[in-house]
């Protein structure tokens, strides 16, 4: 006997070197349960696919005997739907390592969770009731992105309650994905969703009157900032790294034009006032910083047609919008032709250097 020892050790050594090897690959893995067991579902195979690229194929499920596990190698957090033989659908979400599981009873509805995307979504699931309304749907997810503008939740809703339910067009849909953060407008699903919106409408030269909120937490309308003089302002989310070292980029400007007359500002779009006032509490800028809680439903987002973030826009003193653009090349020799001296005597002082780029 003791000459099997190490044999049955190392065998044991090898066993569990695989099992931690499995449950560290980023596996995920979904636990399914059929109640009562013995349903006559429990042996139908189960399809699964996803919404957008993250999983643009089907596979299967084939329970056995009331339950059933099932398990694959995400990139990211992935969005499936679990199609079952009666024609029920189920939204799940993937991620590395993480195990969620699924509920499936003879009548009633199914049960998802494990994950905080899992647990969110049925959270949200729970509170729609057969008579609910469309107007009632559409006001639940506002408050669904309101709570939390950068929840992977927010693409299923909108495919589940507003597209497959009710056939919802882009003058339902554009107004909740413009509150979204700028990550989650960039997920596959929304990119392919307004893709097929089209380029219907052409931007306003002006910007709707709107409000803004400034570091003291005091309104101040868009239209009283510089008045009469241009503005040049930089629009970003402080969320984001790249777009707040975009706006910084302005100082550069700044110092180029110092004998011209106009106002440099800053616009988050952050409908979190608390995360913006942070981001902006240690800058050394010497300009205003302004944050549009609207989010991307801004009317500066809107009426500018602004797309992706970070963005330089430069108005006239009645607010028209001269450039809106990316580039701070651009934006730069639109400045030296469209900005007034600070006096009309004054000579323009050459160049020294360059914007040549971000």
């Known amino acids: 006997m003791k000459r099997c020892r190490f044999p049955v050790l190392l065998l044991l050594a090898l066993v569990m070197t695989a099992v931690s090897c ?173 893709t097929k919106f089209g380029t219907e409408s052409t931007g306003n030269n002006y910007i709707t009157p709107t409000n803004l909120v400034d570091t003291l937490l005091l309104s101040k309308p868009f239209s009283d900032i510089a008045k009469n003089q241009h503005l040049l302002v930089c629009v970003w989310a402080s969320w984001d790294e790249r777009s707040n ?34 981001a902006v509490s240690n800058d050394t800028l010497d300009w205003v910083s302004y944050c549009d809680p609207e989010g991307w439903n801004s009317r500066i987002i809107q009426d500018g047609q602004v797309q992706e973030l970070p963005v330089y826009i430069l108005f006239s003193g009645l607010k028209r919008i001269i450039l809106k653009t990316a580039n701070l090349t651009e934006m730069d020799l639109t400045l030296e032709s469209e900005l007034p001296l600070l006096k009309k005597s004054e000579k323009i002082t050459p160049r020294k250097f360059r914007i040549t780029g971000m």
């Open 22 to 194: 499995h449950k560290d690959d980023g596996r995920f893995i979904l636990n399914g349960f059929y109640t009562p067991k013995g349903s006559v579902q429990t042996d139908s195979m189960i399809l699964v696919t996803g919404i957008d690229s993250r999983f643009d194929r089907t596979d299967t499920i084939f329970p056995a005997d009331g339950s059933f596990t099932w398990s694959f190698i995400p990139d990211t957090v992935t969005p499936l739907i679990l199609i079952f033989p009666n024609g029920i659908t189920q939204a799940v979400f993937a991620d590395k390592g993480l195990t969620s599981r699924i509920t499936i009873p003879d009548s009633g509805s199914i049960v998802i969770g494990g994950g905080n995307y899992n647990d969110a979504y049925q959270s949200f699931k729970e509170k729609v009731h057969d008579g609910i309304t469309r107007i009632q749907i559409t006001e639940m997810i506002d408050s669904f992105i309101k709570a939390d503008p950068f929840s992977e939740v927010t693409p299923m809703l909108l495919y589940e309650y507003m597209i497959r339910k009710y056939h919802a067009d882009r003058k339902d849909l554009e107004p909740l994905i413009k509150k979204m953060s700028g990550n989650m407008q960039d997920c596959p699903f929304i990119v392919n969703l307004k």
């Open 245 to 278: 070292e975009a706006r910084k980029e302005l100082t550069r400007l700044k110092e180029l034009y110092t004998d011209r007359n106009f106002t440099i500002a800053d616009i988050s779009i952050d409908t979190n006032i608390r995360r913006w006032k942070a």
